[in-house]
T-cell receptor, first 116, second 114 residues
Framework: EPEVTQTPSHQVTQMGQEVILRCVPI?????FYWYRQILGQKVEFLVS????????KSEIFDDQFSVERPDGSNFTLKIRSTKLEDSAMYFC??????????????FGPGTRLTVL | AQTVTQSQPEMSVQEAETVTLSCTYD???????LFWYKQPPSRQMILVIR??????QNATENRFSVNFQKAAKSFSLKISDSQLGDAAMYFC???????????FGEGTQLTVNP
C-alpha cells in the first residue's frame, strides 16, 4: 500500500540555522500539506500546496518558511533561520487523488525537529 | 473560525469493553468532512474513520463507528471490543472541502487496561 515518507526522522540543529525537511507524497495525490505538532499540543496546519503553488497557509507560516516541489516526487519545507520555538514534530500529508470525492489526508511518520 | 473541541483529555477502558470519545465542532458550512485520527506513541498519524457531512448514515470501520449528529455539531467515536493496541491519542478533525486544511481538536489520550 502506498504511503507518505519523510526524511530525516529526527533533525537536530542550532538556532539560526536553516533546515530542510523532505517528504515524498503518495504518487497520484494532488494536494500536499505540512502540519506541525509541538510536544503535548494539538496538530496545527502550516501550508497546503496544489498545482505547484501554495493554496492556503496559516498565520504560523511566515516569511521564514517556504515550500517547494523541486521534482515530480519530493515536497520540501524549508525553515530559513530556526528558532527555539520551531522545535516540534513536522508532518507531511498528501490527499485527494484524481476522481476522489472525499478529502482524506494521509500522513507521513513525521520529522522531529529539535532546535538548540 | 472553525473550531474543534474534544472535552475529554483522558479516557480509559477495560480490554474488550466499549468506549466513546466525544468531539464537537463549530462551523457555518453545510458541507464538510470529519475525521478521527489515531496517534500511537510513535507519533504517526493514522486515519481511523471519516464521515461526509452530507451523508446521514454513520460511518463504520470494523470495531470503530461514529455517531454523527449534524444539528448538534457532534461527532463521537465508539470503539467496540477495545484492544491493547487501541491505546493512543485520538484526534478529531474537520475540513471544509476537498483539499482544504484539517482543523484538529486537542486530542483524547485513551488508555486500555488489561
Amino acid at each position: 500500500e502506498p504511503e507518505v515518507t519523510q526524511t530525516p526522522s529526527h533533525q537536530v540543529t542550532q538556532m539560526g540555522q536553516e533546515v530542510i525537511l523532505r517528504c515524498v507524497p503518495i504518487s497520484n495525490h494532488l494536494y500536499f500539506y505540512w502540519y506541525r505538532q509541538i510536544l503535548g499540543q494539538k496538530v496545527e496546519f502550516l501550508v497546503s500546496f496544489y498545482n505547484n503553488e501554495i493554496s492556503e497557509k496559516s498565520e504560523i507560516f511566515d516569511d521564514q518558511f517556504s515550500v517547494e516541489r523541486p521534482d515530480g516526487s519530493n515536497f520540501t519545507l524549508k525553515i530559513r533561520s530556526t528558532k527555539l520555538e520551531d522545535s516540534a514534530m513536522y508532518f507531511c500529508a498528501s490527499g485527494s487523488p484524481p476522481g476522489s470525492i472525499t478529502d482524506t489526508q494521509y500522513f507521513g511518520p513525521g520529522t522531529r525537529l529539535t532546535v538548540l | 473560525a472553525q473550531t474543534v473541541t474534544q472535552s475529554q483529555p483522558e479516557m480509559s477502558v477495560q480490554e474488550a469493553e466499549t468506549v466513546t470519545l466525544s468531539c464537537t465542532y463549530d462551523t457555518s458550512e453545510s458541507d464538510y468532512y470529519l475525521f478521527w485520527y489515531k496517534q500511537p506513541p510513535s507519533r504517526q498519524m493514522i486515519l481511523v474513520i471519516r464521515q461526509e457531512a452530507y451523508k446521514q448514515q454513520n460511518a463504520t470501520e470494523n470495531r470503530f463507528s461514529v455517531n454523527f449528529q449534524k444539528a448538534a455539531k457532534s461527532f463521537s467515536l465508539k470503539i467496540s471490543d477495545s484492544q491493547l493496541g487501541d491505546a493512543a491519542m485520538y484526534f478529531c478533525a474537520w475540513s471544509e472541502t476537498s483539499g482544504s486544511r484539517l482543523t484538529f481538536g486537542e486530542g483524547t489520550q485513551l488508555t486500555v487496561n488489561p
